[in-house]
């Protein structure tokens, strides 16, 4: 299991790897400025892992989005159209290129998205074109682009005759939330991805707040001809376990949900636990024990963003601890010693963790 640092176990961690590198033992006397080193390093060490800690949170409900396809919708930029004048009719052609640049009133700037030509007797083309900023910024009004970015031959002015629109910022974390909802208000509640939200929905109360399933696998007789007609089972996770108050309202939820005449079954899956156990080199002492948080959170938020039958990558796992602090310039897993597969109504999690640099 990741367990989060504190300063205290990192301070006490930090001292013993000095005395195991400098072959002393190292006493980390109140005022010396070794224990200010040391503090420092500590509680840069404690803050990353309480950061880390959070982002696992974080990773369970986005886990149950990413499992709908519910991803953070990126920003997107407004698209109109330019119009290039020139002083008088073309004698000869002119020559607007793509990528061609202009702005507005409040210095957004639109580029044009192909090339265009002003042909000999007219005055005038419109071009398609994009704010080169994504976001709602660039949503301006008819005629609200005045200038050109750089100078165009033969071209005198350019404006946009109509709106320019379509421009969105990132979606955040509450607007996806209400867009989920939304879906789930629209969805076929009685289907098995209506039953499958209903499970994930359903939550109980702690001290510590409420708490949900985090994962959730719904299965009918197209899954397996080991289902009778007519019967669905309902597959359950939470790391941990799933706590009676919990059940409770998961069967509610799906009751409320399933189809008239669909007897629903409950299965509440227990963990497979993956013992890690890493390596790290990691040539500044200094820098191991802020390193070892990392790679912990980093395992951690891995196994805690695994859905019903995925496996556990020695791949993806050796890539993510690597990235997981600058200072790592090597890691060795000893264990798993390959992939880690799970049946469909499997799920994996973190058991063990041994982390040593």
Known sequence: MYYLKTFEAALVELARHLTADLGVSVDLVEGSVLLALAEAVAFQAADLSERQERSIM????????????FELRPATAAQGSLTFTAPVPAGDVLFVPAGAEAISEDDQTFRTTQDAYITPGQVQVTVPAVAVDAGTAGNVG??????????????QAVTNTAPFTGGTDEEDRDERAARFAQYLAELDRSGKLGVQAAALLAQAGTSDGAISCTNALVQDRDDTDAIPPGYVIVHAYRQGGVPAALRADVQAQVRAAR??????????????????????????????????????????????????????????????????????????????????????????????LTVTA
Do not use: C
Request: proline letters at 7%; a negative charge; hydrophobic letters at 50%.
């Open 58 to 69: 974080d990773a369970i409900p986005d886990a149950v989005f990413a499992a709908f396809g």
């Open 259 to 352: 189809a008239a005449g669909i007897v629903v079954m409950h299965e509440w899956t227990n963990g497979t636990p993956v013992n890690v156990t890493v390596q790290l080199d990691v040539p500044s002492a200094q820098q191991r024990p802020a390193a070892k948080a990392a790679a912990e959170a980093a395992v951690g938020a891995y196994f805690g963003a695994l859905t019903y039958g995925r496996k556990a990558s020695f791949e993806n796992l050796i890539a993510l601890i690597t990235g997981a602090h600058p200072s790592i310039q090597e890691v060795t897993l000893l264990s798993p010693g390959g992939d880690v597969t799970a049946a469909p109504t499997a799920r994996l999690e973190l058991g063990t």
């Open 142 to 155: 008819a005629f609200t682009v005045i200038r050109l970015a750089t100078g165009i031959p033969g071209i």
